[in-house]
């Protein structure tokens, strides 16, 4: 199985930078999702590494080898895009015994090979149909066993489930994972789903404007991310603005701009350092005393109700009710409110601000 090594790897379109010097390595048999907002360089990265597109500086190893120069056809990759690309006038198995037809395989073989994959991704009966004849997520599938039918070890996804229906989506990010793991194979995944990528992956690279955030995994991006940027990228959250105005083991108290004071685990600023403090809602909870919030919106998500508020401090705030305790919140309503200490990640306050450290772009 092989490993990827990206060395400095800028594209360059005249002016714009598409991908900024990014030093990336992917171990054997590693599923690592690239996530990141439309724009920041995902798709043009993991084309760099096909060889769809040549890096303007840098280097490519795919299993040690330098792929410089080395055509797409010759990198022994699997690749599924965005846009379900099958031939319309071939049936089911001919799409996937496609690759081993271009490796001159015998008919036989050809036919071999492309009932063990779709017997893989469960789409066996429906060998002799035409794409027109399959829903989306079934013609998707043709195209994950197309890509697994070459029998390449590097596996390469390019936002391969977007142009699905939100369910389909769910059950097939599962199905992804599942062949992958079960094949042994190093994977990339494109995608602009937070969820998606905490749900497939053994590691997530985070980008941003043409460079890598961070990397770690699910957990770590969700728990305890290093960037600001990451924290409300990854999922949801609410960013306190204060200063520290007490350190001891264990425990720092931050002031908001009313005066109250959220209490926080670790931290690693100073005492009167400026700082935001980044809370989960679902680690946010009504109390006795604490952060005074007045209820703007209350939203029913299903298994819980999502309270938005204003607090004192004029920073916006969320916390989750399960369903089952019923909605005992209403507009207008003030409520006090405290956070878990241990789920709170502090981060020296962006000179830029919040809303520059955070924005898309």
């Not at 190093?186 to 995608?191: G, K, N, P, Q």
Request: charged share 25%; net charge negative.
């Amino acid at each position: 199985m092989p490993t990827v090594q990206l060395s400095k790897v800028s594209v360059i379109y005249g002016s714009v930078v598409a991908v900024d010097e990014v030093d990336l390595r992917i171990e054997d048999g590693e599923y690592v999702t690239i996530l990141g907002p439309s724009g920041c360089g995902k798709t043009t990265l993991i084309r760099a590494i096909a060889g769809i597109l040549v890096p303007t500086r840098g280097e490519v190893f795919i299993g040690e080898k330098n792929m410089k120069g080395v055509p797409i056809e010759e990198r022994d990759i699997g690749y599924v895009f965005q846009n379900i690309a099958l031939f319309p006038n071939m049936t089911v198995t001919n799409n996937v015994g496609y690759g081993p037809r271009v490796h001159e395989k015998s008919k036989e073989a050809q036919v071999e090979i492309a009932h063990k994959y779709l017997e893989l991704v469960k789409l066996l009966e429906k060998m002799e149909m035409f794409p027109s004849e399959l829903c989306g997520g079934e013609q998707q599938k043709v195209s994950l066993a197309r890509a697994l039918a070459t029998g390449a070890k590097l596996l390469l996804l390019d936002e391969p489930l977007s142009a699905l229906d939100a369910r389909v989506r769910v059950d097939l990010r599962y199905e992804l994972r599942r062949l992958v793991k079960r094949l042994g194979l190093t994977t990339v995944h494109v995608t602009h789903d937070q969820e998606e990528a905490m749900s497939v992956s053994d590691r997530i690279v985070v980008m941003r404007a043409g460079g890598i955030v961070e990397t770690g995994t699910p957990a770590q991006l969700y728990t305890r991310p290093l960037d600001i940027f990451t924290a409300n990228f990854v999922g949801e959250t609410n960013l306190f603005e204060g200063w520290v105005t007490h350190r001891e083991e264990g425990k720092s108290a931050i002031e908001l701009r009313d005066g109250s004071i959220i209490d926080v685990a670790t931290c690693e600023c100073a005492e009167g350092d400026a700082v935001v403090v980044s809370v989960r809602p679902e680690f946010v909870f009504p109390f006795t005393e604490g952060m005074r919030t007045r209820i703007t919106q209350t939203i029913y998500m299903g298994n819980y109700w999502r309270i938005v508020g204003m607090a004192a401090s004029e920073d916006t705030v969320e916390f989750d009710v399960p369903v089952a305790e019923g909605n005992l919140y209403h507009e207008g309503q003030e409520v006090y409110l405290m956070v878990n200490r241990k789920a709170a990640v502090v981060y020296q306050r962006p000179r830029e601000g919040i809303a520059e450290a955070v924005k898309l772009e």
